[in-house]
């Protein structure tokens, strides 16, 4: 049975690159720029008035003026007024642009404002002060957002402000997420007191969609005839395949020989871990990647985190990450030689650590720490009791804090 690095070697050499595409920029959150995004303009695109107030030319401060006649009034996005004397004022608002007459700003606060004047009423001054010069953030044709990087918010926001309606972004697989067993009925379905939901597709299909990726769901039934028809169909129309179940023992656990008689190349089956020791992965003559998970949901879930997510990643040039590493806040042991993946709940100590507390369970098919918990830790196959205080691998699926 290959190690869970082996496994992991296996699958990013099937890392493939499926192009980009341009969409409109409200509807790239979670993808991926296939280019940088520039400024069209300086940032600010003009010397931007940062307190509402007057605007007076230093020079008329510093020889001793101390009252000033309102010229007029600009709103931001009115056209600038300009003084024409040295006791005139504009009075101005923020985001207004700076008219090159004047040259500081002074804030309401520090000010008396009666008949058409206004009197100063500090006695220091900075020449400049509360102006947000132009192009002091980015100059124009600057890098803002560089490619492979995923768009977050703010990114959203940047694209507004430099008006790149239009983002290209990677292309994201066409992926399914099917589900087997006999046992499974649909989330609005009344299970009898033998079935139950088909829990796994949905949590799969949710953790595919922080990248934006919006999968396709598809139930076989276990039946080899149905499900080789099914499987042959996605092999051709889609580029990932992600199963859950149907790949262990049992009698009607018919996926890998269904898939091996497809012409999916089967480039391993059964990892040295718990959970998810069954896992399953290959490739079709046709291209497509099929990763055939187990079917407990403890296990589903681990996987998916595990080696999905990061090839997926891979393939869409996201910059893999270091490792991340936490300390295991309370004793564990586990007997097998198997890397061991251990629900945790993560908290960040006084002294700074990353603490990672185990959250025991009841094996793989119980997934109802899931919620609570925020990443696996990695134990190595090489031990067996582990010890409050040692420092592990770990994998967050969730934020951290
Ligand atoms: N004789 C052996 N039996 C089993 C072994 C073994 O080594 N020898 N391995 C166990 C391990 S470990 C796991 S994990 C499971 C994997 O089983 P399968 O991948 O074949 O999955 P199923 O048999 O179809 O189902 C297992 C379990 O998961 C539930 N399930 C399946 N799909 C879903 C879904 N979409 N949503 C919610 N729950 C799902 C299913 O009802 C079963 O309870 O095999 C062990 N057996
Ligand atoms: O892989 Mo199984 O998940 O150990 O129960
Ligand atoms: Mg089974």
């Not at 993808?31 to 300086?42: F, I």
């Not at 996005?77 to 300009?82: C, F, H, L, Y």
């Not at 983002?167 to 992926?175: A, E, F, H, N, Q």
């Not at 003559?285 to 990763?291: D, I, L, Q």
Request: with cysteine.
């Amino acid at each position: 049975m290959i190690s869970v690095q082996e496994a992991e070697a296996i699958i990013q050499a099937q890392v493939r690159d499926f192009g980009t595409e341009q969409l409109p920029f409200e509807k790239t959150l979670g993808r991926v720029l296939a280019e940088d995004l520039r400024t069209d303009r300086d940032l600010p695109p003009f010397n931007r008035v940062a307190m509402d107030g007057i605007a007076i030319r230093y020079e008329d401060f510093a020889t001793g003026t101390r009252t000033f006649r309102i010229k007029g009034t600009q709103a931001a996005g009115d056209s600038p007024i300009e003084i024409s004397s040295p006791d005139e004022c504009v009075e101005i608002m923020t985001g207004a642009a700076l008219p090159p007459s004047v040259d500081t700003v002074i804030r309401y606060e520090d000010l008396e404002l009666h008949d058409g004047q206004a009197k100063v009423k500090i006695d220091a001054l900075q020449k400049g002060q509360s102006i947000h010069t132009q192009g002091k953030d980015r100059k124009q044709g600057e890098v803002v957002a560089t490619a492979n990087q995923t768009v977050n918010v703010a990114l959203v926001g940047m694209a507004a402000a430099v008006g790149a309606t239009q983002l290209t972004v990677k292309k994201l697989p066409r992926t399914v997420v099917i589900s087997t067993g006999d046992e499974l009925v649909d989330v609005n379905q009344n299970p009898s007191p033998y079935q139950i939901r088909r829990s796994n597709s949905y949590m799969v299909k949710a953790a595919l969609e922080k990248y934006g990726l919006q999968a396709d769901l598809l139930h076989i039934a276990d039946d080899q005839s149905q499900l080789k028809a099914r499987l042959q169909d996605c092999l051709e129309r889609y580029d990932v395949l992600i199963l859950s179940g149907g790949i262990s023992m049992g009698k009607f656990d018919y996926v890998p020989q269904v898939l091996e008689e497809l012409a999916v190349e089967k480039l391993f089956h059964k990892v040295q871990q718990r959970p998810g020791k069954p896992f399953w992965f290959g490739v079709h003559a046709g291209g497509a990647v099929v990763f055939a998970l187990p079917g407990n949901p403890g296990s589903t879930f681990m996987c998916l985190h595990r080696y999905f997510m990061p090839w997926l990643q891979a393939c869409l040039g996201i910059a893999r990450q270091a490792g991340m590493y936490a300390v295991l806040n309370s004793d564990f042991s586990f007997q097998p030689p198997l890397q061991y993946f251990l629900q945790v709940k993560l908290n960040i100590s006084e002294q700074g650590q990353l603490l990672a507390t185990p959250l025991e369970g009841n094996g793989s098919g119980d997934f109802s720490n899931l919620v609570e918990a925020d990443a696996f830790l990695e134990l190595p196959a090489e031990g067996s009791a582990f010890q409050k205080g040692e420092v592990y691998r770990v994998w967050p699926f969730k934020e951290v804090g």
